[in-house]
């Protein structure tokens, strides 16, 4: 067995903060990221976390084998496919309920306040939810959590899943063609059937971004921000001061100064983007993934997030459209459209050259 000596400090080290910790509801809400594997979430969860009294809970949907956090929840839970928690029955939204409610109470035996109050005192919770999309309607509304909802372009995000050797989670998804009738077309169901049974791993990856798109922004009829893991890489001082605004931060400076740190997910970082992300490099993080694809993968995965209606991103360009209705009203990402018939000859914008 492969063991990251890194890896298992830093998780001893939770271990130590999480059973030290002892948490009170505080005035304010409670917040939750949803978001879509290696979107960008560990970021974005570090820079809300970053507040002080903040307790970091990480993907409280996700029951697997031999993770430490399995005993707990599998008294309320059950294992799914690949995790995917999307629907339930009415015996398992009252467990699912009673879960939550635990969680929230903070007598969950998982969680990391990294910026206590004076006695490893916690009192704010912040979820990280990727493996639920379906869910943020019932997290919102039965527990009053405001949400952030978070996206990155889908290029990238499937090249890292890729890398990591991760199963798709639209199988889940797709063993349920009912659930799916509720937000995709009876083409769109089809089409991607077809995509899982005889696709690449490619087209596959693209595939199970756009579903989670879907339910991002078509599923969701919460009223909640949508963010974009580039947003939080270009304009990282303006993005921090709107989460500040919306949840109520205090601490801008330690909120933005989370953006030059690694990842620190399972998954890591590429040896490139650890380069890019040490050096302050926003705009080589973002458009590296150009020079790793060719002309026909760039055309598999147009024609799949054509067919799934997707607007904010496209495979001409690395950067989403903020003029797209969803974007966060605030939203100022100063670089002008990227025109170019070879998406891999690109440099960068004038605003960010200097």
């Known amino acids: 067995m492969n063991l990251n000596p890194k890896r298992l400090y830093r998780g001893l080290r939770r271990r130590i903060n999480a059973l030290m910790s002892t948490y009170r509801q505080g005035p304010r809400s409670n917040m939750a990221v949803f978001a879509i594997r290696r979107g960008g979430s560990t970021l974005l969860a570090d820079m809300l976390s970053a507040e002080r009294g903040v307790l970091m809970i990480d993907e409280p949907f996700l029951v697997q084998r031999d993770h430490p956090t399995l005993p707990f929840k599998s008294r309320w839970l059950e294992r799914r496919q690949h995790s995917a928690y999307f629907d339930f029955s009415e015996a398992e939204r009252d467990r699912a309920q009673a879960y939550m409610q635990e969680v929230l109470a903070g007598k969950a035996p998982f969680g990391v306040c990294r910026y206590p109050w004076f006695l490893f005192r916690a009192d704010r919770m912040l979820l990280k939810i990727l493996h639920a999309p379906a869910l943020l309607d019932w997290v919102a509304s039965s527990f009053g959590i405001q949400v952030v909802r978070l996206l990155r372009h889908p290029a990238p995000q499937a090249l890292s899943v890729l890398r990591a050797g991760w199963q798709m989670d639209a ?84 909120v933005s100064a989370c953006v030059r740190n690694p990842s620190s997910s399972p998954g890591g970082c590429s040896p490139d983007n650890l380069e890019y992300i040490r050096s302050g490099d926003s705009w080589m993080l973002i458009q590296s993934w150009l020079k790793k694809l060719d002309a026909t993968q760039l055309e598999q995965a147009q024609a799949i997030l054509d067919r799934y209606e997707v607007e904010i991103y496209n495979m001409s360009s690395p950067l989403p459209d903020p003029a797209r209705a969803g974007l966060r009203a605030s939203s100022r990402i100063s670089v002008p459209t990227i025109t170019r018939t070879d998406p891999r000859a690109v440099s960068a914008p004038a605003s960010l050259a200097g």
């Open 171 to 254: 199988e889940a998804y797709f063993s349920r063609p009912e659930f799916l009738a509720t937000f995709l077309s009876d083409d769109q169901i089809e089409f991607g059937a077809r995509i899982l049974a005889e696709g690449s791993a490619w087209r596959k990856a693209i595939l199970d971004w756009s579903l989670m798109y879907r339910m991002l922004v078509h599923l969701s009829k919460t009223p909640s921000p949508l963010l974009t893991y580039e947003e939080l890489l270009i304009d990282p001082l303006g993005t921090s001061r709107f989460l500040c605004n919306h949840f109520q931060l205090r601490d801008l400076d330690r």
